[in-house]
């Protein structure tokens, strides 16, 4: 069974991270200003980096936000629970408000966590967020202390 290690990247340096979104054909980076979250298999040749995903600032003319962008899971490595482990670590030292935008078939997985589904009238002063519901995308919120 492989050793799994949750980090923080602690170092202004996103390539490798961008370079395992892309490997698994997923059409998205992070920046150096993003808070980066991994998990990697501490057991293989080298530390292979099996779980991702970054919180990235959002402000616009009318709003602050900090997303919980793009969790991807090694494909060889889902349905082990390590989705909700990684959300769980980044959840614990949370004292920001966070936002996941998310496909409605990855709804219960943030639920599960302490996160609320936001209804339209709740994001109509955003603009940003206005525009992902009308794609049919979820909008969740977690506010440390409300929501454990």
């Known amino acids: 069974m492989a050793q799994l290690q949750i980090e923080q990247w602690r170092q202004p340096q996103q390539k490798l991270i961008n370079q395992?979104?892309?490997?698994h054909q997923q059409n998205v980076s992070c920046h150096r200003a993003d808070d980066i979250y991994f998990m990697r298999d501490t057991e293989s040749e080298n530390d292979t980096i099996v779980a991702v995903t970054f919180i990235r600032k959002l402000t616009t003319s009318s709003e602050?936000?900090?997303?919980?962008?793009?969790?991807?899971?090694?494909?060889?490595?889902?349905?082990?629970?390590?989705?909700?482990?990684l959300i769980q670590y980044i959840l614990q030292d949370q004292?920001?408000?966070?936002?996941?935008?998310?496909?409605?078939?990855?709804?219960?997985l943030y639920l599960s966590v302490g996160f609320t589904l936001s209804d339209a009238s709740d994001c109509s002063d955003s603009d940003y967020l206005t525009k992902f519901i009308k794609q049919n995308y979820h909008i969740l919120k977690y506010n440390h202390g409300s929501n454990t």
């Open 20 to 23: 395992f979104y892309k490997t």
């Open 64 to 85: 602050h936000l900090h997303l919980l962008r793009s969790l991807f899971v090694s494909p060889t490595f889902r349905n082990k629970g390590l989705a909700k482990q």
């Open 95 to 108: 004292h920001v408000p966070l936002t996941v935008i998310c496909e409605p078939k990855l709804t219960a």
